[in-house]
């Protein structure tokens, strides 16, 4: 069976070990100047709707690493965009490459990818998860505050994509999860149930951020507005205020907390610039986090 990687929810606690693992010995290989070119030969597709910085760049630059090719493909240059069913798409593309991140907007129309795909469809964003972006976070945390387990994490604003991703993880990896959102924006309930019947569970949904952040080892958040609800962005600018990451915030975490942002950040909305560029902030570390654990994604879902 093709094994690919379209939620973390799918993960077991040794899926996301295994991850970390090959992800960390990778990046110390990079750091000791240690080329490692276990996908020589192979190609990465990158099937995009919407836009990428880091995401693409990382994953380009992970499989050119790995000794493998990466071919940027954006979805409306193909003939998706004058209606090519997915189902078509998919076969076709399996047959020219070895692996494709697809960034798009609906979670089934990537779930109907990988349906109809011989090779791993690895999720680059979709509006309901971030898989591959939480899984450098996470590598991120453990780097610098150690063992999940120990850990309370806080999420402050939206119920969004990584959020969702970030639930998750919490469910199978233990780690306490306080989520402050506002009353419209706490992520999907199905998706918070569905986590809470896992026994490692320990995540808390509330509308407090102060109660969230009470000494919490890392602090997090993301823009107000996601990719695709640019119309509702003013609207949220007011509906978001009270969640502001600021340094009054920043003071009830724990005094050596983290702070995370996947980035782009819209100074002065979700995070002010003093906490961004402030001394808890790890935001290039947790950048710089997606290049080693892209290479570690294409290792294990195409195989070394
Ligand atoms: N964090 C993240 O996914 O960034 P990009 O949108 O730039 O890929
Ligand atoms: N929640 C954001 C993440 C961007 C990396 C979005 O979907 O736009």
């Given at each position: ?49 919407k ?12 499989m050119?690493?790995l ?18 069913p ?8 399996s047959?020219?490459?070895d ?7 609906s ?23 971030h ?63 569905e ?14 951020p ?95």
């Amino acid at each position: 069976m093709t094994t690919h990687l379209l939620t973390l929810a799918d993960l077991a606690k040794e899926d996301f070990e295994a991850f970390f693992k090959r992800a960390i010995k990778l990046k110390e290989k990079q750091q000791i100047g240690t080329a490692v070119t276990t996908q020589a030969g192979k190609s990465l597709g990158l099937l995009f709707d919407k836009p990428s910085t880091r995401t693409r760049v990382s994953f380009e630059t992970a499989m050119v690493q790995l000794g493998g090719s990466p071919l940027f493909i954006s979805s409306k240059d193909t003939q998706m965009s004058r209606a090519e069913p997915i189902k078509d798409t998919a076969r076709v593309l399996s047959r020219y490459l070895d692996a494709l991140a697809i960034r798009t907007f609906s979670q089934e129309a990537i779930e109907d990818f990988a349906q109809f795909s011989t090779i791993p469809v690895i999720n680059a964003l979709t509006d309901a998860y971030h898989p591959c972006q939480v899984l450098s976070d996470l590598l991120t945390v453990i780097e610098h505050k150690g063992p999940l387990k120990n850990l309370k994490i806080a999420w402050i604003g939206d119920g969004n994509n990584m959020a969702q991703s970030w639930i998750n993880a919490a469910a199978v990896l233990g780690f306490e999860l306080h989520l402050a959102c506002p009353e419209d924006y706490l992520p999907d309930s199905k998706i918070v149930t569905e986590a809470l019947k896992k026994k490692a569970a320990r995540i808390t949904l509330g509308h407090d951020p102060i109660a969230a952040v009470k000494d919490a080892d890392v602090v997090n958040t993301d823009v107000w507005a996601s990719m695709g609800q640019e119309a509702e962005q003013e609207a949220r600018k007011k509906i978001f205020a009270p969640y502001q990451v600021n340094t009054a915030l920043l003071k009830k975490a724990a005094r050596d907390a983290i702070v995370l942002h996947c980035l782009p950040a819209h100074r002065e909305e979700e995070i002010t610039e003093a906490v961004l560029e402030g001394s808890q902030s790890v935001v290039w570390d947790q950048s710089e986090n997606k290049l080693h654990m892209h290479k570690a994604i294409l290792d294990i879902l195409i195989g070394t």
